[in-house]
Structure formats: structure tokens, C-alpha cells
């Protein structure tokens, strides 16, 4: 089974840039995260879509960032613009479903460092 | 409100030696308890988790965890210490939230075994 697929690996951008990071979550699964992994710090949660709705983006900088899953698959991330604090790892990870017990499987992360 | 501490930034323990890392949670309800594993450049592998039932719980590559309501800890242990098992280690509760479940991670304990 393949496993969740994030791309690009690393990017560099000059802060007021623009970037967007897609994630590819494993076959099937209905709920799909955005993490941010900032150095040192465990994962914080920006959102959470059930199929293409948002469960959750309490945590989500509305001003500059934005996330659509609009067929309920893939997703995007969007940072603009990109600030300095906004250097981190960004983690797609996915679900089955909603419950408490359900188990989230994570793809390799989007390296971001912005100049 | 929801927390997990792990309260050590490193731990240090010799190749065959047993292991522990520690994590204690604050969530109202019952817990979900989770830990994952972060190799370099990689996401986030999950190893065990506790929902109900044994106290007990085994998990990935010969981990297992002991989930004290008492003492609101769910440490990570291991009877011998590989070297491959050096990475950084995440604790995390997932939580009834107002709208559903929502996860929070530690902020991760590095662990470094010497052969």
C-alpha cells in the first residue's frame, strides 16, 4: 500500500514569496492533516478536512495561508506571503476517519526555508 | 485544555541496555495516547497506541508502552536498545475537542544509544 506522498521535498523562497505544497493522502482515507514542524517543536495541527470539508483550521494564519481538498483527495497548502517564522517542516498526514482511536500516517514533510 | 509533556530533551543509553522515554498528559476524558518515531528528513512513523483496555501495549520493532491513569503517564520502553533505534520520539493525545478529536503532540525527546 503505497503511503501518504508530499512534494516537493525542499524549497526555498525569499520572504513575501509565494509557495504551495501538495499532498497526496493514502488510498481511501477520508481525513487528511496539515501539520507545521517548526525546529525543536513537536507537530502543530493547522487543518483538518473530512472528504473536502474543514473539520478543524483553528490554528491556521488565515491572513496568509490557505488549504483546499476540493475532490476530497489531494490537497494544497498555500503560503502567501511567506514570513521569516514560516521556515519549518510541513507534514501531510492522513486517516481513515475522525474517532479518537483512528491512527495518522504521515508522509515525508516539505522542508521550507524562507530568506 | 489538552497537553502532553515529555519531559526529557535527550536520553543517552548504551546499545542492549532497556530504554525508557517519558510522557505524561493532561485531557479531559478518556485518552487516546499515541507515540511516533522521526528518523532525519522523514515523517513521522507511528509505533503504538493506547485506546482501551491492557494497560500494556506493544508495539513496532519491539516497543511497547505502559499507559498509569493515575499518574497520567504513557512512557515508551524497550527491554534492549538498538543503535538503529537513535531518532526523535513524539508522545501524543488525541482528545475530545468542541467539534471532534484533536491531536497534540509533545515536543519530542531525542534518543541516542551508544554502541
Known amino acids: 500500500e503505497a503511503g501518504v506522498a508530499q512534494s516537493p521535498r525542499y524549497k526555498i523562497i525569499e520572504k513575501r514569496q509565494s509557495v504551495a505544497f501538495w499532498c497526496n493522502p493514502i488510498?481511501?482515507?477520508?481525513?487528511l492533516y496539515w501539520y507545521q514542524q517548526i525546529l525543536g517543536q513537536g507537530p502543530k495541527l493547522l487543518i483538518q478536512?473530512?472528504?473536502?470539508?474543514?473539520?478543524?483550521d483553528s490554528q491556521l494564519p488565515k491572513d496568509r495561508f490557505s488549504a483546499e481538498r476540493l475532490k476530497g483527495v489531494d490537497s494544497t497548502l498555500k503560503i502567501q506571503p511567506a514570513k521569516l517564522e514560516d521556515s519549518a517542516v510541513y507534514l501531510c498526514?492522513?486517516?481513515?476517519?475522525?474517532?479518537?482511536?483512528?491512527?495518522?500516517?504521515f508522509g515525508p514533510g516539505t522542508r521550507l526555508l524562507v530568506l | 485544555a489538552q497537553s502532553v509533556a515529555q519531559p526529557e530533551d535527550q536520553v543517552n543509553v548504551a546499545e542492549g541496555n532497556p530504554l525508557t522515554v517519558k510522557c505524561t498528559y493532561s485531557?479531559?476524558?478518556?485518552?487516546?495516547l499515541f507515540w511516533y518515531v522521526q528518523y532525519p528528513n522523514r515523517g513521522l512513523q507511528f509505533l503504538l497506541k493506547?485506546?482501551?483496555?491492557?494497560?500494556l501495549v506493544k508495539g513496532s520493532y519491539g516497543f511497547e508502552a505502559e499507559f498509569n491513569k493515575s499518574q497520567t503517564s504513557f512512557h515508551l520502553k524497550k527491554p534492549s536498545a538498538l543503535v538503529s533505534d537513535s531518532a526523535l520520539y513524539f508522545c501524543?493525545?488525541?482528545?475530545?475537542?468542541?467539534?471532534?478529536?484533536?491531536?497534540?503532540f509533545g515536543a519530542g525527546t531525542r534518543l541516542f544509544v551508544k554502541a
Open positions: 498526514a492522513s486517516s481513515t476517519g475522525t474517532g479518537g482511536q483512528e491512527t495518522q500516517y
Open positions: 488510498s481511501g482515507h477520508a481525513t
Open positions: 478536512f473530512q472528504n473536502n470539508g474543514v473539520v478543524d
Open positions: 485531557v479531559s476524558g478518556n485518552p487516546y
Open positions: 493506547y485506546i482501551t483496555g491492557d494497560n
Open positions: 501524543a493525545v488525541r482528545g475530545r475537542n468542541t467539534g471532534g478529536f484533536k491531536t497534540i
